[in-house]
């Protein structure tokens, strides 16, 4: 009868409703449970809160498109933890994702549960500098936490890991990645706070023939078939903080993480990237631009010449602001026709706007891919975050060319990026490459002084100072980097690390902005009143060349030497050579009772020789450091280390003259 449907539909609603009453009960349950057994503050010493999971599973499309599932289990362990998760920020990019907070909610220490609605969920534009493509934030406002209260989060994000995005939800097809059909992803399995277990799951159909490797570590891997799609699953519990050291390399270098690509190699990821550009007509020059080039060309005489001139004028007149929005984001770069009108953009636009002008100039030029600060594995996943520019020579040889990292430096490649790795965007492909270590020679930093010391402490003297390569770029940054206005003054800060009281008589200087025709170099004519400490029957001071003037410009120096040993890779600026020389002539019958002890030894890392010597009434100082790499291994660390160390004695270790 009418009246017993109407009871059993009652009675149904009410069975699903008492069912997913029951499972939600269960669920906080068990999450309930999983905070209380998680731990506290004495098992996680040096941390504030700790994630009890971390679960991620990907449902990957026929097209590529990837959705994201995502949750959370977060732990307070201190005040300072609550503090931290007071708010909870998702970083996201609205032209390539759209990510949605499914649920939040506060578990406390006591079992009550708290749910966070939509109104405690915020969306706006993330902070930027320098580059504004429209980057945004979700941001849940939790508010107030105690020590043992637990924050679950669930959220949904479908599309790819590149570029920008807009707010509202588009259809799927907005969302499928640009390499289309193909899947790629990086995850990390490191963190800055403990985690009790992170779970990756990934469904992918089985004839995409998934690639992938679990760097720096072990995951327990396991694999389903699923009705012609597979599910690669993989786990690993109890992950801890990563113990860093001093200018280490980046932790994605050492630090457990999974790559995952559908790309059958790095030759196929090339020939696609110089596809993109190609069609989408990136390089193509206006009449504008070639009229630009055979103006700016008309006094160069050599291929090279031409090539310089070209990758200097990209560098020094197009200013580095990502401000333009085209249709030509991500992995497509902008075309010459809107670079060369704004003359402003990132490195994508200034790489482009160079393939352009070498092409209209009449040369093979491309775009090419590089990672700047990390390694490239083999996995061809994604692992980029600089475009750069590869030019084809009459000798067939490809030239590296840097526009964004070379404004008023003599290189045409910053040999800041040397041991990195780069992909060139081919028409035949290209396999991952890395480029070779500079030598240290060609970035030599040299200071020649002659000085005098009088019996009232006066030092008086000059030095002349040259550089070259990315030396040459250091120095020169101290007037090419700010107005010419505080040029006078920029130096006259530097010199001022003698002493407080040096008194400048007369500097020469080249003209910083006229950087190709030579290398930068600058005199210096001074007096210092009581420089020296006068004894009765001594004079104490450490000579001006050796006692590290220009310090700002040698990162090295500042390296910390009490660390014995090193277990992972560390970085320095660039390969470097010193040179210091320094004559003084001292005061008549006196004699050198004391100077630092000569130092000669030569590593894997660096070299350094050292030493005064005396010749009549003249103290001699010489001293020379090689720095050989950019990109150090452990092994090469004693070496490095006592050259720094050594150069540091020598800076503060005085020479003693006695009647």
Known sequence: TLLTLKLFKMRLKLSLSLWLFLACSCAMAQSFDLLRRAGDAKDYPGSGYLLVYDSIQVDVQETGLSYFNTSTLYKVLTVEGAKELATLKFDYDPLTAFVRIEKAKIIRKNGDVEELGADKVYDYPAPARMIYWGARQKMIDVGRLEPGDGIEVKFFKKGFSYALLYQQELSDDYYIPPMRGHFYDIVEFFSRVPVKEKVYQVTIDKEKNLHYKFYNGKAVEKMYDLNGKVSYIFSVKNILPMKREQRMVALSDVAPKLLL???????????????????????????????????????????????????????????????????????????????????????????????????????????????????????PADQFNHSVTVVKLKSGEYKLLDPTWVPFVREEWSSREQQQNYLMGLPEGADLMETSISDPENHYFRINGTSEISLDGTLTGEFSLTAEGQSDASVRSLFTRSMKADWETNLERQILRISPRIEIVEVTKTDPYEYLKQPVLITVKYRIPNYATVTENEVIFTPVIASNILGRVHSHLYFNTDLESREYQFTDGCSKLMELNETVKLPANMTVVYSPEAKNLSGSGADFVSSYSVEGNTLKFTQTVRLKKRRYEPEDWPSFRDAVKYQNEFASQPVILKF
């Not at 990209?314 to 085209?326: F, I, K, P």
């Not at 249709?327 to 990132?346: I, P, Q, S, W, Y």
């Open 261 to 379: 690509s559908t790309s059958p190699d790095w030759y196929a990821k090339s020939k696609w990237f110089y596809g993109v550009n190609e069609d989408y007509g990136s390089f193509i020059p206006t009449p504008e631009v070639k009229k630009k080039v055979n103006e700016i060309l008309k006094d160069a005489k050599t291929e090279i010449d031409s090539i310089s001139i070209l990758n200097h004028w990209v560098a020094d007149e197009m200013r580095y602001s990502g401000l333009s929005m085209g249709k030509g984001e991500g992995f497509t770069l902008h075309n010459a026709e809107m670079n060369f009108h704004d003359r402003c953009g990132v490195c994508k636009d200034k790489a482009g706007m160079l393939v352009a002008m070498l092409r209209a100039a009449g040369f093979e030029a491309y775009a090419a891919m590089t990672m700047a600060g990390s390694r490239i594995d083999r996995i």
